[in-house]
């Protein structure tokens, strides 16, 4: 089965536009405070010239007023919210109802993480697993453990929604995560260099994908 594709935290239409140029089935902003936040009018000038073609867009929110998600879902193309904060069972549902899109709840790796993604189930419409880091919501290049992998996308599974893996994920160790067949993987620090998102990281990114499909 192929391995979805997420390339998150495009700051600029440089690298949005990589993002839109590789083999990705999603591509992601971030509007919550962040070194990749982008703000709507930004993105909609952007997507003036840039075609998404069949790229999914993702907009990225934590523990945003439900109007600021209503506000993005009504000025960009946007086909998922991804809300990677605290955010309850109840406004997930919120969400679901007043922009008739398709969410996501972030869950970050712990103890608790499980019985977090039990809370959710038959509201969210999918999942992003990443990394616990203090301080961070996420895009911080740290891994979790992916022994813990398998336990994720089986409660994924028995929800009957997608499971992305996140954090710290790249060209050197994407291998070792394939090995654990998850339904798609998020990635937003692994391919960029200098701070810019790069082609050729995409490129070997999907090349591993690929070989392992």
Not at 20 to 48: H, M, N, P, T
Not at 62 to 85: E, F, R
Not at 121 to 133: P, W
Not at 144 to 155: A, G, H, K, S, T
Request: overall charge neutral; proline content about 3%.
């Amino acid at each position: 089965m192929a391995v979805r594709l997420k390339y998150c935290g495009n700051r600029t239409a440089s690298d949005l536009q990589k993002s839109v140029q590789s083999k990705a089935d999603y591509v992601g902003l971030i509007f919550a405070e962040s070194k990749r936040k982008v703000e709507v009018e930004a993105v909609k000038q952007w997507l003036q010239y840039i075609s998404l073609g069949d790229k999914q867009l993702v907009g990225v929110f934590v523990d945003a007023p439900i109007d600021k998600i209503t506000y993005a879902a009504s000025q960009l193309p946007l086909a998922v919210i991804q809300c990677h904060g605290n955010e309850t069972a109840e406004y997930i549902a919120k969400i679901k109802e007043v922009t008739g899109l398709s969410v996501w709840k972030a869950i970050h790796h712990d103890g608790n993480a499980l019985a977090k993604m039990r809370q959710y189930a038959g509201i969210a419409d999918g999942y992003v697993v990443d990394s616990r880091v203090s301080g961070a919501w996420g895009g911080t290049g740290i891994s979790f453990d992916w022994e813990n992998v398998p336990f994720y996308l089986e409660e994924a599974a028995r929800q009957a929604v997608p499971c992305f893996i996140a954090g710290g994920i790249t060209p050197e160790n994407v291998e070792k995560l394939l090995s654990y067949r998850p339904y798609g993987i998020d990635i937003s620090s692994g391919i960029e260099e200098n701070g810019e998102k790069s082609a050729k990281k995409m490129k070997e990114i999907e090349k591993k994908v690929a070989n392992y499909v």
